[in-house]
């Protein structure tokens, strides 16, 4: 029986010219991701699905791990489009292997051998239809890293756009100015996982902390709408120092950038930390707020943390949008993005 990396061997197209660089004469320069990988002939890169074959870098086409259809609360943006809903697609596959990961049995499709998912044959043109049938306001690409099968989500995309939908990636951020050039006429709204502010602990997630930070700016100054997300690990990246750093950096590339705040618990092969509290979350906001960002957000603990699920205007207070867990509640926001009771325009994709 055919291995799943032989599965996928066959499901794939050439590289865009734009993601590659051809370094000698049996090496390829791969820049969809920020690894950078020189791969030689007959070799995989670090995400193991793009591969060098007959000179041509190869990489994933024609096949979903998965699909669903998601309140767009949920990838989580909470300042583009409420309420709306994100039909969500996935490849498989990840350029790191982050033990505590939710989505393992995509993103780690090829490394472990306990993650079995089969890929499902699609077309852009299908998903499309499947995301207007399912009544999606955007489409995102998330489960497994996009910037890794960038050219797949692109084609989706341009079909997307044609027929009116708004495009999103849900990424781990390593990036690269390559790629981000390659995506900035098709993808309007970016989610970053902001894992850790220590090169250390990316280290032990298989990636290195520059590059995410650089991709950070480069996607706020392309005009990408982007928020942040940090998944807080008790013992591995909730210290006061470290997330002061971290939201400080946030807050030098602007303090407009939502930052979502998320309580872990235990996933795959990280068992061993305590869950995340509600204190913990309140705390982590707190250090946020003091470093000057103004919209800040506490995950995955619906009704235990306060206003923090809600968006309030900076101006003067007001709630703006209600939310409980992924369910918007009420909203009051203009649909030019105004607070209706102060004028204060709040930064976002509203209407
Ligand atoms: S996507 Fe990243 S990990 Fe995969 S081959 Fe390209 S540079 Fe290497």
């Given at each position: ?19 590659i660089?051809?370094i000698?004469?049996d ?8 690894h950078?990988?020189p ?7 670090v ?7 007959d ?29 709306s ?65 960038s ?31 390659y ?79 998320t ?24 250090i ?10 506490a ?8 206003d ?27 649909r030019?993005?105004?607070c209706?009771?102060?004028g204060?325009t ?6």
């Amino acid at each position: 029986m055919a291995t799943l990396a032989e599965v996928l061997e066959e499901r794939t197209a050439e590289a865009a010219p734009e993601l590659i660089e051809r370094i000698a004469r049996d090496r390829i320069r791969c820049y969809a991701c920020g690894h950078q990988c020189p791969i030689p002939e007959g070799a995989v890169g670090v995400c193991k699905v793009r591969f060098v074959k007959d000179g041509r870098l190869h990489v994933p086409w024609g096949y979903v791990g998965g699909v669903q259809c998601d309140p767009i609360e949920k990838k989580p943006f909470f300042h583009a489009y409420p309420g709306s809903r994100a039909y969500s697609f996935g490849m498989l596959g990840c350029d790191l292997h982050c033990g505590y990961c939710q989505n393992w049995v995509t993103s780690q499709a090829i490394r472990d051998p306990s993650a079995v998912v089969p890929p499902l044959s699609a077309t852009p043109e299908g998903l499309v239809r499947d995301a207007l049938r399912s009544k999606a306001r955007a489409i995102v690409s998330t489960y497994n890293e996009p910037l890794i099968t960038s050219e797949w989500a692109v084609a989706v995309f341009k079909e997307a756009k044609a027929a009116g939908l708004v495009t999103a990636f849900v990424s781990n951020g390593n990036g690269t100015p390559e790629v981000i050039e390659y995506l900035r006429p098709w993808v309007d709204l970016y989610k970053v996982d902001l894992k850790s502010f220590d090169d250390r602990h990316y280290r032990q997630l298989g990636g290195r902390l520059e590059p995410i930070l650089d991709t950070i700016r480069r996607l706020h100054d392309n005009g990408f709408w982007l928020e942040l997300v940090t998944l807080l690990i008790p013992g591995f990246n909730d210290s006061d120092d470290e997330l002061k750093r971290l939201t400080e950096f946030v807050a030098g590339v602007s303090v407009d950038i939502p930052w979502h705040v998320t309580a872990f618990h235990g996933d795959y092969k990280m068992l061993e930390p305590q869950n995340t509290t509600p204190a913990m979350l309140l705390r982590a906001a707190t250090i946020a707020r003091a470093a000057g960002l103004r919209y800040v957000y506490a995950g995955n603990l619906p009704g235990q943390v306060g206003d923090l699920e809600d968006t309030c205007c900076p101006g003067c207070g007001e709630t703006l949008v209600s939310r409980r867990g992924y369910i918007v509640r009420e909203m009051k926001i203009t649909r030019d993005g105004k607070c209706p009771s102060c004028g204060e325009t709040i930064p976002g994709r509203w209407n």
